[in-house]
């Protein structure tokens, strides 16, 4: 039983040669795995440009943001102000009425 064991062991590890095609195999395999890595690489770079350009777009788009709802708050403060003039006219030409009674 030993003997077999051994035998196997001696017949797993002994020297054999490599088959026919193991060394274009081999340079094909790292060939892929060259391009892959080259492939990954172009995504990664094309992911980070997305990325770029998603928070550049989004801060435009925030800052425009900004900007209108700047305008649009300086735009009702002078139509109060406006408002409040003309209030204040007409308040004074009622007080001048009532004093004048």
């Given at each position: 039983m030993m003997d077999d064991f051994e035998q196997q062991i001696k017949a797993a590890l002994a020297k054999k040669e490599p088959s026919p095609f193991f060394e274009a195999r081999v340079l094909g395999a790292a060939k892929r795995q060259a391009?892959?890595?080259?492939?990954?690489?172009?995504?990664?770079?094309?992911?980070?440009?997305?990325?770029?350009?998603?928070?550049?777009?989004?801060?435009?788009?925030?800052?425009?943001?900004?900007?209108?709802e700047q305008a649009a708050g300086r735009e009702a403060k002078a139509r109060l102000e406006l408002a409040l003039k003309i209030t204040s006219v007409k308040l004074q030409k009622i007080s001048q009425k009532?004093?004048?009674?």
């Amino acid at each position: 039983m030993m003997d077999d064991f051994e035998q196997q062991i001696k017949a797993a590890l002994a020297k054999k040669e490599p088959s026919p095609f193991f060394e274009a195999r081999v340079l094909g395999a790292a060939k892929r795995q060259a391009r892959d890595r080259r492939a990954s690489a172009r995504m990664w770079w094309a992911s980070a440009i997305a990325a770029a350009l998603l928070v550049t777009t989004g801060s435009a788009w925030q800052y425009e943001r900004e900007a209108h709802e700047q305008a649009a708050g300086r735009e009702a403060k002078a139509r109060l102000e406006l408002a409040l003039k003309i209030t204040s006219v007409k308040l004074q030409k009622i007080s001048q009425k009532v004093e004048g009674i």
